[in-house]
C-alpha cells in the first residue's frame, strides 16, 4: 500500500533528510587511502547517534552495520570490515540511512579514493546524471516508467549496465515502503505519481553487463563480470505541481541546476 504523506509529515522527512545530508557530507571528507570502511561506518554511527536520530540499516532484517560500503565491482550492501582498507584507485558506493523523530531518511553516493581512472571517473559521473534525467520526471500525473526509462535510455546511451535486480523504492515511517522505483521501464506505463509521495531514486550503474551475483554473505552484491558499478541516491517528495523536492540536499533549487 502506498502511504502519501501530509506537509507535515513531509516536514519531518524533510529534517531527517537535512541530517543525513550533513552525515554523508561529513563521511566523505574521511574517504582516502588507508581508511577501513569499518572506520567510516562506526564514525557514521557516532554522527547519527550525537544527533538524536537512530541509523535505519544497523539491524534492519539481521544487516550488522550503519553503512553500505561496497567498492568497485560491489553494487550495494557491501558489508564495513577492518580488514577492507581502501586503495588509491579504488570507488567507494556509500549508503546510508537514518530514522529522526520516527521519519526516514535514504542516501547514497560514489566516489574515488585518491586519483581514479578516467572510466571510473566518468562512471560516476553518469551515474549521477542517470539520477537527475529520473528526478526531473518524477512530477504528479507521470507514471513511474517515465522516470525508469530516463535512467535508462541515458545510461544504455554511454554503453553502461542498468542493474536491474534491485530498485529505489517508496520510503516514510519504513525505509522500504511501496512502490518499488526501477531503473529501467517503458514511457507511460507503470503507477501513476502522485502529490505526497515520498520516494528514493537510486540508479545502479555498472561500467559493462547489468546481471548480479551475491556474496556469500547473502547481503553484498556485485556485478557478475565484475565491472565496476556506481549508486547515487536521494530521497524525494512528489509535489501537486512541478518538480520534487529532494529532501536529502537542503537548499537546492532546481533553477540553480539548469
Not at 560491489?74 to 556509500?94: C, D, F, T
Request: net charge negative; charged share 25%; proline share 5%.
Amino acid at each position: 500500500m502506498i502511504s502519501l504523506k501530509n506537509p507535515d509529515q513531509i516536514a519531518k522527512m524533510r529534517e531527517a533528510g537535512r541530517l543525513l545530508h550533513e552525515v554523508l557530507t561529513k563521511l566523505r571528507a574521511q574517504i582516502k587511502p588507508g581508511v577501513t570502511t569499518a572506520d567510516l561506518d562506526a564514525y557514521a554511527e557516532s554522527l547519527i547517534r550525537k544527533a538524536g536520530a537512530i541509523p535505519s540499516f544497523l539491524n534492519y532484517e539481521g544487516y550488522p552495520a550503519t553503512l553500505c560500503t561496497s567498492v568497485d565491482d560491489a553494487v550495494v550492501h557491501g558489508i564495513p570490515n577492518r580488514k577492507q582498507v581502501l586503495r588509491e584507485g579504488q570507488i567507494i558506493s556509500v549508503d546510508c540511512g537514518l530514522i529522526l523523530d520516527g521519519w526516514q531518511s535514504d542516501s547514497a553516493f560514489t566516489m574515488g579514493v585518491g586519483e581514479i581512472s578516467a572510466e571510473a571517473a566518468a562512471l560516476i559521473e553518469i551515474t549521477e546524471q542517470c539520477f537527475w534525467k529520473a528526478a526531473r520526471l518524477c512530477i504528479a500525473g507521470n507514471r513511474l516508467g517515465d522516470v525508469g526509462h530516463a535512467c535508462q535510455e541515458w545510461a544504455e546511451s554511454h554503453g553502461c549496465g542498468v542493474i536491474r535486480d534491485l530498485t529505489g523504492h517508496g520510503i516514510g515511517r519504513e525505509m522500504h515502503e511501496d512502490p518499488p522505483v526501477y531503473n529501467y521501464g517503458v514511457p507511460g506505463k507503470g503507477l501513476r505519481l502522485r502529490k505526497g509521495m515520498t520516494i528514493a531514486v537510486e540508479p545502479m550503474i555498472s561500467a559493462g553487463d547489468w546481471r548480479v551475483t551475491c556474496d556469500p554473505d547473502q547481503w553484498c552484491y556485485r556485478t557478475r563480470d565484475r565491472s565496476l558499478c556506481s549508486h547515487y541516491e536521494h530521497t524525494l517528495a512528489i509535489r501537486e505541481d512541478g518538480l520534487p523536492e529532494i529532501l536529502t540536499l537542503p537548499d537546492f533549487k532546481w533553477e540553480d541546476a539548469e
